[in-house]
């Protein structure tokens, strides 16, 4: 039996990401294919960096896309930078922050952690202490960690690097587009995310930018594959333990010499094109203000639900917000009736946040103030089922105060 | 300054891929997302790996995607099957045997090569003296190299490889779906393919089958990331040096645990689904069928422009045929012109074939009797405007008797 069709239900993406893309989005991955050494790709490829170059805020020119999710880049990011038994130091706060360590213990570098409580982030003082003491390579360090929510300030964090001879490398696949970041300004030398996000598009393309000292480093490991070898190319003995991942020939790709590597993911590459596009053209600081906005609307729109909002409200991420599933509401239970009957997705999380919160999401295409009313309606209509008491139109009535003042 | 929307030119791609998509895996793409652990979500999954059951010709519980390119899956099988210091064996009949190798090799894999002349395959008798020979623990075999467009048969290699204790790994990302591949007759532990060929999608979704065998191997390599280790998971301490690419844990995001990896790459999912939904419903054998009726109105035609085709034709892949350049012709300037003018791609090749050979496709949407014809009109008129003696309609007219004759 070969089913029919895809047809996929309607649903309004409030939880933590993947969520709802913007339609042109959509549109753009039903445009024709073309070669991938066509002028028209060619031309295409490089509109790409440029628009991420005002994505990320940087004049980087290694500023390409990863055929992959935002795992992807962040293991290109790690594996290009890292040798193994290379001491990297990663600043754990959330579930992200454990990824990165273990993308970092699979890349056979001497991983240290540091953590704080899950719904903190990280003074810089205390991740200077820890760079003096572990003397790392690399610095990973997450931006927003949707398991719990934070947005780990960065901003003094590459003058800290700097002084040590420290790369610094940021993981922005949450917050990027939603908050503020700036690539050059802080100091970053790597920085990947994710088009699925406040940028708006499906999982599958992974935005990575390099300075040009990481480019340096991944540049010194190059190594090009048999087959496609010419006169003149040498290899490092010192190469990437990863084909698809060395940043060295990625970079050759993307670059002048258009060395074959992989061939380009063109739809993922015109939804990610397309992604950069609109946030450019409603402008940087006008999305990361629209996402302060409706992320404020939601957090207030919950409270005035009367539900208890986790972690440190004052470095929380503007795209999501995590509130405290109440007493005697199942909170699997409650999520699966907002989808049923709303067509409204939010989200659980992870380890020790399971079960005990809920995550809200108002990023990218639905960090809208009809996307936030309506979720804050239907959230109270499914809690009042499971026999919570709330306060009726309190999370409406929170939400579209936030929403009068703005305006 | 931001640039318009996409708006790509028409082109009819006939080159070795990518090539230009079904309509119908085109609009898949544009179709909304749904967050990944929806109901809909699950069983689109589920749809999509059985679908690729059919599309493999097996029964393999683990036939999943991979997130990425091709490239992606061939790194994916080759380190989650291949420890460190463990011996690969693969034939190289061109480019892509390299790149099979060259990933090996970053995998710090003992890798042994034997090489047979570009245009050429490997006789049974040849492989297994090999295998004797290295004793290795795995054979990587590519199925179709389009660099020189054969195809290397495989179906007296898997009973070798079972004799000698070895695993049996092909890549068949060029072949797959233009010409016949038995994954379980033909005693396969690992298969993997791209969609931008002969399935006539994009690049960016990588399908991939693994026998019990391999899964058993890749599973007692099994590590679960901290962060979202439970009770009771336990790790090798012989983990895959990759995170993104660690099939054991991929096995567990797709299969009924659906433990949290990557997010699903959600359109390049509904494009891999439509791709072998397509596929199935035309009939597995039909579309063979089909490619090698066209495939064979190719050759022809060629021949009857008074080309010569390159390598043994007798073991050629239906989809692609590599022609000599004529002595005079500039074959860049005559590919640029044949696109220019006609919207019409053909490939140029790699490495000793560089610049003597064009590839022409005919594969997935296009191996069609309308877009065989119009290349060989378009490019009877560059060949002559290049100067070359090519006969009035010639290629025309014996690639319309190889339709005639099989209708």
Redesign the interface.
């Given at each position: 039996m070969?089913?029919g069709?895809?047809?996929?239900?309607?649903?309004l993406?409030m939880?933590p990401?993947?969520?709802?893309?913007y339609p042109?989005v959509?549109?753009?991955?039903?445009?024709?294919?073309?070669?991938?050494y066509?002028p028209?790709m060619t031309s295409?490829m490089a509109?790409t960096q440029e628009?991420y170059r005002g994505v990320w805020n940087t004049a980087n020119e290694a500023t390409v896309l990863i055929?992959?999710?935002?795992?992807?880049a962040i293991?290109a990011a790690i594996?290009s930078l890292v040798r193994p038994g290379d001491r990297v130091l990663v600043p754990v706060f959330g579930?992200?922050?454990?990824?990165l360590?273990?993308?970092a213990e699979?890349?056979?570098a001497e991983v240290h952690t540091i953590e704080t409580d899950w719904g903190q982030v990280f003074p810089a003082s205390v991740i200077e202490e820890a760079i003096v003491r572990v003397k790392p390579t690399l610095l990973a360090l997450v931006q927003g960690d949707t398991?719990t929510t934070m947005n780990q300030p960065l901003e003094d964090i590459g003058d800290i690097c700097r002084r040590h001879g420290v790369l610094f490398y940021s993981d922005a696949t949450a917050s990027l587009g939603g908050n503020a970041f700036d690539a050059d300004a802080w100091g970053l030398d790597a920085a990947t995310a994710?088009l699925?996000k406040c940028l708006g598009g499906?999982?599958?393309?992974a935005p990575i930018t390099l300075s040009p000292r990481a480019v340096e480093v991944v540049t010194a490991r190059r190594r090009i594959?048999?087959?496609?070898r010419e006169a003149g190319d040498t290899s490092s003995a010192d190469?990437?333990?990863?084909?698809?991942?060395?940043l060295a020939m990625i970079l050759e790709y993307w670059g002048p010499r258009r060395l074959?590597?992989?061939?380009?993911?063109?739809?993922?590459l015109?939804?990610a094109?397309?992604c950069a596009?609109v946030l450019?053209?409603e402008g940087r600081d006008e999305v990361v203000a629209r996402h302060a906005l409706a992320g404020r609307a939601m957090l207030e729109g919950v409270r005035g639900l009367g539900l208890t909002v986790f972690g440190d409200v004052a470095h929380k991420m503007n795209n999501v917000v995590a509130v405290e599933i109440p007493d005697g509401v199942p909170g699997d239970a409650a999520r699966a009736a907002l989808?049923a009957d709303f067509g409204i997705?939010i989200?659980t999380s992870?380890?020790p946040l399971h079960g005990r919160v809920w995550r809200i999401g108002t990023m990218g295409y639905n960090a809208r103030k009809d996307a936030v009313l309506t979720t804050l309606v239907a959230l109270e209509a499914v809690l009042r089922r499971f026999g919570a008491r709330v306060p009726v139109g309190g999370g409406v009535e929170a939400a579209a105060g936030v929403y009068a003042g703005a305006a």
């Open positions: 070969i089913p069709p895809l047809d996929p239900p309607a649903r993406l939880g990401g993947p969520i709802s893309a042109s959509l549109r753009a991955m039903s445009a024709p294919l073309v070669g991938q066509d028209f295409a509109e628009l055929d992959g999710t935002s795992r992807a293991e594996v579930r992200f922050g454990h990824l360590a273990e993308i699979r890349a056979l398991s994710g699925q499906p999982s599958g393309s594959e048999a087959g496609i190469f990437v333990r990863s084909n698809y991942f060395d074959n590597h992989h061939t380009e993911a063109t739809s993922m015109y939804a094109r397309e596009r450019l053209s989808l997705e989200g992870f380890g």
